[in-house]
């Protein structure tokens, strides 16, 4: 199923098991983000999906998952083999093809109706995507959302940065990159947020440590303070070898950051160190 929420008060201390969750195999070594899930509305420290209602009249919300009409002279394929039955494809970036019944769920993810457990993606790393002008305001009305409270508690760091709304989003995008990066070390045994405390408010000025879902969650709401449109994002990464199968664990559940470009559509941030 997708995640739609993730309630950041219970991120606490992370045990690792390497349980093996899939297998991949690319055209290409490298690298690679797959995709599951992306989550829009933070509050209460939680991340949440959008709901249907959420998308009343938007159009081209879809293609802001794929490619687009890229036009390419290669494009690598990558077959998945999951262990798990799940309601969502697991896909790198950026789609071209997908398997018959995958079916987008707006601009969030990839439905699987059918579970399939075995399936080929071809993708590439261009785009070739132009977003709509409705999609376009959507997004910059959507994903720039944060609650008063932590803009709040965040208006002493913004300053620090160096950029301001209405910098160029990709030079933006850099240095809240930079920043959060910089601001705790990487430590999967970082405690969970005390009772009370805004969870970005807190990991960017008492914590010490934290790992990918503190990262990732800090620099989409400092991408948002500079009304840059930023999400959520939920998966694996996995490091391949050209024509060879990678085992991906559950050590390798990820979460980063999706900022949107205007005219281009959504890029990978990964601001975990």
């Known amino acids: 199923s997708s995640v739609t ?3 950041l008060n219970r991120i606490g201390p992370m045990r690792q098991y390497g349980r093996s969750v899939m297998r991949v195999k690319s055209e290409v070594s490298g690298p690679t983000h797959l995709r599951g899930d992306s989550m ?50 697991y896909t790198p970036y950026y789609p071209l093809d997908l398997p018959d019944d995958a079916e987008p769920y707006y601009d969030a993810y990839f439905k699987n109706p059918s579970q399939e457990t075995s399936y080929t993606v071809s993708y590439t790393d261009l785009r070739g995507f132009l ?4 999609y376009e305001a959507f997004a910059h009305e959507v994903y720039t959302q944060i609650p008063d409270e932590t803009r ?21 995008a850099a240095t809240v990159k930079a920043y959060v990066q910089g601001s705790a070390r990487y430590d999967l045994d970082t405690p969970s947020v005390p009772n009370g405390e805004d969870f970005v408010s807190w990991f960017l000025h ?3 440590t934290g790992y990918c879902v503190h990262f990732a969650t800090a620099a989409t709401i400092l991408l948002r303070c500079l009304d840059v449109p930023a999400r959520y994002v939920t998966g694996y990464t996995a490091s391949t070898t050209a024509g ?25 941030l990964d601001p975990t160190p």
Request: charged share 25%; glycine share 8%; aromatic share 12%.
């Open 5 to 7: 929420s993730v309630n």
């Open 40 to 89: 829009a509305i933070y509050e209460d420290n939680r991340w949440k999906a959008l709901d249907d209602e959420d998308y009343d009249g938007v159009t081209g919300a879809q293609d802001a998952l794929t490619a687009g009409a890229a036009f390419v002279s290669y494009w690598p394929d990558m077959q998945i083999e999951t262990d798990m039955k799940s309601g969502i494809y």
């Open 131 to 134: 977003p709509s002008d409705a």
């Open 152 to 172: 709040q508690a965040l208006s002493d760091i913004l300053p620090q940065l160096g950029v301001q709304a209405g910098d160029d989003p990709a030079w933006i």
């Open 206 to 208: 008492d914590s010490d």
């Open 244 to 268: 060879a199968w990678t085992t991906v664990t559950s050590d390798d559940a990820h979460a980063w950051v999706e900022c949107y470009i205007d005219g281009e559509g959504w890029y990978v």
